[in-house]
């Protein structure tokens, strides 16, 4: 019985890891723009954009964002503030909600140093990588613009912060 279920652990860890080598991972994008978040005297995270061109445009071209982190935030934390962009953003509780599900199930607590990169592929799908591994992917409709869109918009609650990712 032990023997089995070892087995049956072993499993599920090497497709999770297979799993993880499959995912699109960007290598060939070009800086669109970088900046760095601080709230009064605190510096948060470094932002940077990158997309195949090395422009930003509001079509569904692949690009990334990445966020290195100045300082440890819980993941309750992350997905408390996305949910209070999103609303910024006018997303309604009901559509965002199933995908902070998604995300409680991917993202980790976050530690001084640590980069988390969110990376939207041809197809409008985000896949996520802590510290350039793959974590996850959420592959709902609308989600990767909505969540591009907390930094990116025009109606960002960091609008100089949205200017310098957008080459602007």
């Known amino acids: 019985m032990r023997i089995s279920l070892l087995l049956f652990s072993l499993l599920f860890v090497l497709a999770g890891v297979a799993?993880?080598?499959?995912?699109?991972?960007p290598g060939n994008m070009t800086t669109v723009g970088e900046a760095t978040l601080?709230?009064?005297?605190?510096e948060i995270y470094d932002a940077r954009l990158d997309s195949l061109t090395g422009q930003y445009t509001q079509t569904d071209q692949p690009m990334s964002l990445e966020l290195t982190y100045?300082?440890?935030?819980s993941r309750q934390d992350l997905l408390d503030e996305t949910a209070?962009?999103?609303?910024?953003?006018?997303?309604?509780?009901?559509?965002?909600t199933p995908w902070l599900a998604l995300l409680t199930d991917i993202w980790p607590d976050i530690r001084k140093q640590?980069?988390?990169?969110?990376?939207?592929?041809?197809?409008n799908n985000g896949h996520?990588?802590?510290n350039n591994q793959f974590?996850?992917?959420?592959?709902?409709?609308?989600?990767?613009q909505a969540?591009?869109?907390?930094?990116?918009?025009?109606n960002s609650a960091f609008p100089e912060l949205s200017r310098s990712l957008r080459g602007e």
């Open 38 to 42: 601080k709230v009064f005297w605190f």
């Open 114 to 123: 640590d980069s988390l990169m969110f990376y939207q592929d041809d197809q």
């Open 19 to 25: 799993h993880a080598y499959s995912q699109p991972k």
């Open 84 to 96: 209070k962009q999103w609303r910024r953003q006018g997303i309604s509780t009901d559509q965002f």
């Open 70 to 73: 100045k300082r440890d935030i």
């Open 135 to 144: 974590i996850g992917s959420v592959n709902e409709p609308g989600f990767s």
């Open 147 to 154: 969540f591009l869109a907390i930094w990116l918009s025009e």
């Open 128 to 130: 996520f990588y802590l």
